[in-house]
């Protein structure tokens, strides 16, 4: 169980087959994911591959219920960015894709209640993908295996 | 060896080229846990040739913690578990400790089904080592205040033993397992063999000041734990080293850092050469001599092949944890005991009880800033005795409740924002206000209603009854919850924490994982089942020293009591064996 691959998304076909719901949301995790969290300070974020995360939980974690709430937010925001921006969010530019985000990121119900709830928990798992990553964990230090001590008066000093 | 008649058993390994040897033994525990440990181990270091039975799989002190070494990354879903497996598991689910990382040691739902005639969540653990690779790992010893309880407050039965029986068992096991802590001067605690404390940290040393200079009986303490702070060459004889503070104990401890059978007494047993620990041997009876009116050996079904086989031995102790303990009793049926062995007094099965976990308590503090915690503390805080009803009876309840106390201080970032700014926040995280925790471990009281019986009806894929489990809580624990919540409350408030939120959480019994009793011992064969040496007052070469012995729970955590009352028992019974014949 501990080994459990994450569930990748599959590419768009060229051909034209219209893309599965997962496609779809890998889609827009992908998008939205440069612009929560952008590369800087020295971290390039594709590195990370954080995308998958958000795809392994967003596939694993959640109910059928909740699930369902992500594909119709998903279309929601289509029907929003096509009546508005006459193209789906996909291949909107990126600056029409930030002016979206901000919108979802302030919980603007405008763009559709359920787009409104699939944004905060891909927010929210590209945070803990973040948080959790080797790159935080291991390479900076920031969660220690093995601690080997215990100090209740650590003080800080400014 | 004893002469017994020729049957089919003995056709059978006749015709499988078998020996005798295979199949007697001088002594059978029944089950590898925290009892089971330790009566393998003091079994083998007196000689006698014992046969470990573990109804799971083997699990090998190191070799056999598959995640122990991972980060949380390497983890797919970060050591959540996921949606599927939550619904498969209701039950198992509710268990704190029940993570991606540590699953694998878990009975899940569908593998041992059992009826709930009234809610209860039964956490187990079925591999060699059982529940003491997952316990919490504190340790308490009972004082006669606890041994008292039921003859002063007119409940079960009078304990057989008090604390002068069982202290110098409580020193020799300490001594062996390791256990760190504070010589805190207590009566209602007694002290012990302890290495270096754990301490608390700032927050919880100025609650402690705070609520002792204005409660003369109630006393905040480095919660005591089975953690190597400093061991000893007797831990580290046993190849254990100082715990590193990883807090990732139910993976199982590469550095044998904690005390479970797997890494302390099962390797020991083993080195005297005197053990066979036999994995995947489902226990379905004991095997009762009409004739000589004692235990012949036991009955195992084999887990995987489901082939049965019947072992012999002088001496048993069943060591299975509680319910199945009760189980493995009842299902022992004989023209003397028709309803369970030992079961004369038909008391076996009967009053049962548990901890009260049922509410917790929050709140933040604003003060200390310039002070946080480094590292972990494996111990987890403090520990508060119980303060209720101890030199006399003073409130609506009965009995009363033990708490813990802890702080710490998260780490914060703020993620309002997205972009460039979150990112900064994320990697520059601040430290939020100290936030202190605390939950209940109330003593709830053996009553005659709370009971396990066998299906009539269905059993499990070995052909043994199920289980029904019908325990519950009543006013006695409602009232206790509810003085819990107000006390811890106005004991934070007086501190000057905030935010202070008392929770009591609709949840059935079990996931204390502490339940006690059906074998209970006792004075009178009448009202009990075992004397005051966990001996069956029916069948003299039988012991139960795990959780179904207890006639009372007390508060305090009870594996430290069953393992001193397992090495007391032995050494008892291997005397008396020599004496006499058992």
């Known amino acids: 169980m501990a080994f459990i691959p994450p569930l990748v998304a599959l590419q768009l076909n060229s051909c034209g087959v219209s893309k599965s719901d997962w496609e779809l949301i890998h889609d827009f995790v992908r998008d939205v994911r440069e612009i929560v969290l952008p590369s800087g300070d020295g971290i390039v974020m594709e590195h990370l591959h954080i995308e998958n995360f958000v795809m392994t939980m967003l596939r694993d974690c959640f109910s059928p219920e909740d699930q369902k709430r992500f594909f119709e937010g998903q279309q929601a925001l289509n029907t929003y960015c096509r009546k508005n921006y006459r193209n789906s969010f996909e291949t909107l530019s990126k600056e029409q894709q930030k002016e979206i985000v901000l919108r979802l990121n302030t919980k603007d119900e405008d763009l559709g209640k359920e787009a409104v709830f699939l944004f905060s928990k891909v927010k929210a798992k590209i945070i803990q993908g973040f948080q959790q990553s080797e790159l935080l964990m291991k390479d900076m230090g920031k969660y220690e295996l093995v601690p080997g001590r215990y100090n209740g008066y650590y003080k800080i000093i400014a | ?71 949380p990354y390497e983890f797919a879903h970060r050591m959540e578990l996921p949606y599927a497996v939550k619904q498969e598991n209701p039950i198992v689910s509710r268990c704190y400790a029940f993570r991606e990382d540590t699953e694998h040691f878990f009975v899940k739902d569908n593998e041992h089904p059992y009826i709930q005639d009234k809610p209860f969540d039964w956490i187990r653990g079925y591999q060699v080592g059982g529940k003491s690779l997952l316990w919490a790992r504190q340790t308490q010893r009972w004082s006669d205040y606890d041994f008292e309880g039921p003859a002063r407050d007119g409940f079960a039965v009078d304990w057989p033993i008090r604390y002068r029986d069982i202290q110098s068992w409580y020193d020799y096991v300490e001594k062996f397992i390791g256990v760190s802590g504070n010589n805190d001067g207590l009566e209602i605690l007694p002290d012990g063999y302890f290495q270096k404390a754990y301490p608390l940290n700032i927050v919880e040393q100025f609650f402690r000041e705070k609520i002792e200079s204005r409660y003369s009986d109630r006393h905040v303490i480095s919660a005591r734990c089975a953690h190597l702070s400093n061991p000893t060459d007797v831990q580290l004889g046993q190849g254990r080293v100082q715990c590193q503070n990883r807090k990732l104990c139910e993976r199982g401890c590469p550095f044998g850092g904690y005390f479970s059978s797997n890494s302390s007494t ?34 195992v079904v084999d887990a995987q092949t489901n082939e049965s086989m019947e072992y012999h031995a002088k001496l048993i ?15 022992s049926t004989s023209r003397t005991y028709p309803t369970g062995l030992g079961n004369s007094s038909g008391i076996l099965g009967r009053y049962l009880a548990f901890h009260n976990y049922s509410a917790n308590i929050r709140a933040e503090y604003e003060g200390h800033l310039d002070y946080r915690t480094d590292g972990k503390n494996p111990a987890g805080g403090g520990y508060i005795p119980r303060f209720r009803n101890v030199k006399k009876q003073e409130t609506a309840f009965l009995r009363g409740y033990a708490t813990t106390v802890n702080a710490s201080r998260p780490e914060v970032s703020d993620t309002k924002g997205i972009g460039d700014h979150l990112r900064e926040s994320l990697l520059n995280p601040r430290l939020g206000n100290w936030r202190i925790g605390s939950h209940i471990m109330g003593e709830t009281l053996p009553k005659e209603s709370n009971t396990v019986t066998l299906s009539e009806t269905q059993k499990d894929r070995w052909g043994i009854p199920l289980v029904r489990i019908a325990i519950d809580y009543d006013e006695n624990d409602r009232l206790m919850t509810r003085d819990y919540c107000d006390q811890m409350s106005e004991m934070f408030a007086y501190v000057g924490f905030k935010n202070i939120e008392a929770k009591v959480k609709d949840q059935a019994p079990g996931l204390d994982i502490h339940e006690m009793g059906g074998a209970r011992m006792g004075h009178d064969p009448k009202d009990s089942v075992l004397n005051k040496w966990n001996q069956l007052h029916d069948c ?38 020599k004496k006499f014949d058992l």
């Open chain 2, 266 to 299: 099962l390797p020991y047993a083993a080195k005297t050469g005197n053990m066979t620990l036999r994995p995947h041997s489902v226990v379905s009876s004991i095997i009762f001599d009409e004739a000589t009116q004692k235990a012949k050996g036991v009955m």
């Open chain 2, 317 to 331: 102790f069943v060591c299975a944890s509680t319910i199945n303990t009760n189980l493995i009793l009842l299902n």
């Open chain 2, 540 to 577: 003299k070469n039988v012991f139960v020293t795990d959780g179904a012995c207890m006639t009372s729970v007390s508060t305090q955590n009870p594996s430290l009591t069953f393992m001193a009352l397992t090495a007391r028992a032995v050494d008892y019974a291997v005397r008396e064996m």
């Open chain 2, 1 to 71: 060896m004893s002469w017994y008649p020729v049957g089919t058993m003995d056709i059978i390994r006749l015709l499988h080229n078998m020996r005798d040897k295979d199949y007697i033994y001088d002594a059978i525990v029944i089950g590898s846990g925290i009892s089971g440990g330790w009566a393998a181990k003091e079994l083998c270091e007196r000689g006698l040739k014992t046969l470990v039975l573990e109804r799971g799989r083997d699990v090998t002190h190191i070799k056999d913690y598959p995640t122990t070494n991972m980060y």
